[in-house]
C-alpha cells in the first residue's frame, strides 16, 4: 500500500487526490479529493501567456496542497499540467512556481498522455460493469482527449476545443447569439473531423463523459438539487435526455445558471461552452455508431478520470 497524491492542473481547474493505493490487489481507496477554479488558462487562448493573477491563483491552491500532502503523510506525489501550460509562452514560471510549492517537477503532459491517464482512471472501474470498446472523453477548458479502447487505449485524439478557449473565442454575451453559437459549433465539428481520422467513433459500445462540464451537464439531467458525486458517477442517461440538458444549459442567461444548486460558481461563465461541446460530441458518436448499424443509446458519467489514472502511474 502506498499512500500518493495525485493534481491535474488543467485549464479551469487544479485538482487532488490523496490515496491509498495497492497495485497487487488492485485497489484504491481515495482520503481526499478536492477542486479549486483557478482559471489557469485565462486569456492563454488570446495572449499565448498565463496571466500573472491566473498563476498567483494556481500557485496560492499548489501551496494549501502542499499542508494537505504533508498532513495525510504523503509518500510520492505527481503533478501533472495539460493545456494552459502547454500553450504558454511563460510556463516556465509556471514550472518553477510549482516547484518551490511543492517540493515536485511539475509534468506538462502531452495530448495523447493526458488521454491515456483519463482512459486509465475512468475504466479501472468501469470495465468490470460494462462491455468494451469504451470511448473515453476528457471535457476540459483547453481541449478535450478522446480515447477509445477496452483494456487498453487503441487510439487517442487531443482536440483544442474546451469550455474556456470556446466561451473566450466564441461565447461574448450572456445567453450568447445565434451566430456565437454557430461559430462554437463549427470549431466543434472541425476538431472532431480531425479526431475521427484517429480514433474510430463508430466502434463506440460504451461512451464516457469525464470532468466538470460532463458532471455539470449530468447533474442537470437528473434534476438534482445540490450536487452530488455519488448520484452522478456511474449515472447511465438516455442520449436523448443528455442533449436536451445541454441545450438548455447553452440557452440560459448567467442568472439563471448561476440559481442552479448543483452549480460550482467557478463554472457558471463557462458551463454554456462545456454543454455545446458535449452535446456536438454526443451527437457526433451517436450517429457515427448508428452508420455501423448499431444504436448508442445511452451515455456514462463517471466521476473517476485522469486524477485515479495519475494515482495508479505513481503506484
Same mark, same amino acid.
Given at each position: 500500500?502506498?499512500?500518493?497524491?495525485? &493534481?491535474?492542473?488543467?485549464?479551469?481547474?487544479?485538482?487532488l487526490l490523496v490515496a491509498d493505493v495497492d497495485?497487487?490487489?488492485?485497489?484504491?481507496?481515495?482520503?481526499?479529493?478536492?477542486?479549486?477554479?483557478? #482559471?489557469?488558462?485565462?486569456?492563454?487562448?488570446?495572449?499565448?501567456? &498565463?496571466?500573472?493573477?491566473?498563476?498567483?491563483?494556481?500557485?496560492?491552491?499548489?501551496? %494549501?496542497?502542499?499542508?494537505?500532502?504533508?498532513?495525510?503523510?504523503?509518500?510520492?506525489? %505527481?503533478?501533472?499540467?495539460?493545456?494552459?501550460?502547454?500553450?504558454?509562452?511563460?510556463?516556465?514560471?509556471?514550472?518553477?512556481?510549482?516547484?518551490?510549492?511543492?517540493?515536485?517537477?511539475?509534468?506538462?503532459?502531452?495530448?495523447?498522455?493526458?488521454?491515456? $491517464?483519463?482512459?486509465? =482512471?475512468?475504466?479501472?472501474? $468501469?470495465?468490470?460493469? /460494462?462491455?468494451?470498446?469504451?470511448?473515453?472523453? !476528457?471535457?476540459? +477548458?483547453?481541449?478535450?482527449?478522446?480515447?477509445?479502447?477496452?483494456?487498453?487505449?487503441?487510439?487517442?485524439?487531443?482536440?483544442?476545443?474546451?469550455?474556456?478557449?470556446?466561451?473566450?473565442?466564441?461565447?461574448?454575451?450572456?445567453?450568447?447569439?445565434?451566430?456565437?453559437?454557430?461559430?462554437?459549433?463549427? !470549431?466543434?465539428? @472541425?476538431?472532431?473531423?480531425?479526431?475521427?481520422?484517429?480514433?474510430?467513433?463508430?466502434?463506440?459500445?460504451?461512451?464516457? =463523459?469525464?470532468? +466538470?462540464?460532463v458532471t455539470t451537464v449530468t447533474a442537470h @439531467?437528473?434534476?438534482?438539487?445540490?450536487?452530488?458525486?455519488? /448520484? &452522478?458517477?456511474?449515472?447511465?442517461?438516455?442520449?436523448?435526455?443528455?442533449?436536451?440538458?445541454?441545450? !438548455?444549459?447553452?440557452?440560459?442567461?448567467?442568472?439563471?445558471?448561476? @440559481?442552479? +444548486?448543483?452549480?460550482?460558481?467557478?463554472?457558471?461563465?463557462?458551463?454554456?461552452?462545456?454543454?455545446?461541446?458535449?452535446? !456536438?460530441?454526443?451527437? #457526433?458518436?451517436?450517429?457515427?455508431? %448508428? @452508420?455501423?448499424?448499431?444504436? *448508442?443509446?445511452?451515455?456514462?458519467?463517471?466521476?473517476?478520470?485522469? *486524477?485515479?489514472?495519475?494515482?495508479?502511474?505513481?503506484?
Amino acid at each position: 500500500m502506498t499512500r500518493v497524491a495525485a &493534481i491535474d492542473c488543467g485549464t479551469n481547474s487544479i485538482r487532488l487526490l490523496v490515496a491509498d493505493v495497492d497495485p497487487v490487489a488492485g485497489t484504491l481507496v481515495d482520503l481526499d479529493r478536492r477542486m479549486e477554479v483557478v #482559471r489557469l488558462g485565462q486569456g492563454v487562448d488570446r495572449t499565448g501567456r &498565463i496571466a500573472p493573477e491566473a498563476l498567483e491563483r494556481t500557485l496560492d491552491a499548489a501551496a %494549501r496542497y502542499s499542508k494537505v500532502c504533508g498532513d495525510l503523510g504523503v509518500e510520492r506525489i %505527481r503533478f501533472v499540467a495539460t493545456s494552459a501550460s502547454r500553450d504558454a509562452e511563460n510556463r516556465a514560471d509556471f514550472v518553477d512556481g510549482v516547484r518551490a510549492a511543492l517540493g515536485v517537477e511539475p509534468e506538462v503532459i502531452g495530448g495523447q498522455e493526458e488521454a491515456t $491517464l483519463s482512459f486509465r =482512471g475512468a475504466t479501472g472501474v $468501469l470495465a468490470a460493469r /460494462r462491455p468494451g470498446p469504451f470511448l473515453v472523453v !476528457d471535457l476540459g +477548458g483547453g481541449s478535450t482527449e478522446v480515447v477509445i479502447g477496452t483494456t487498453a487505449p487503441d487510439a487517442a485524439f487531443s482536440m483544442d476545443v474546451g469550455c474556456v478557449r470556446l466561451t473566450e473565442r466564441h461565447l461574448l454575451t450572456d445567453p450568447p447569439t445565434a451566430e456565437q453559437r454557430a461559430a462554437a459549433h463549427a !470549431d466543434v465539428a @472541425a476538431a472532431l473531423d480531425e479526431a475521427a481520422l484517429t480514433v474510430p467513433f463508430g466502434d463506440t459500445v460504451t461512451l464516457v =463523459g469525464l470532468a +466538470g462540464s460532463v458532471t455539470t451537464v449530468t447533474a442537470h @439531467a437528473l434534476g438534482l438539487t445540490a450536487y452530488d458525486p455519488h /448520484r &452522478i458517477d456511474g449515472a447511465t442517461l438516455p442520449v436523448d435526455t443528455v442533449l436536451a440538458a445541454c441545450d !438548455d444549459l447553452l440557452a440560459r442567461g448567467r442568472e439563471s445558471r448561476a @440559481a442552479l +444548486g448543483f452549480m460550482h460558481p467557478g463554472r457558471v461563465d463557462v458551463i454554456a461552452a462545456g454543454a455545446l461541446v458535449w452535446h !456536438d460530441v454526443v451527437a #457526433r458518436v451517436r450517429d457515427a455508431v %448508428r @452508420a455501423q448499424g448499431r444504436d *448508442l443509446t445511452e451515455v456514462v458519467t463517471s466521476e473517476h478520470d485522469i *486524477l485515479d489514472g495519475i494515482a495508479w502511474s505513481i503506484a
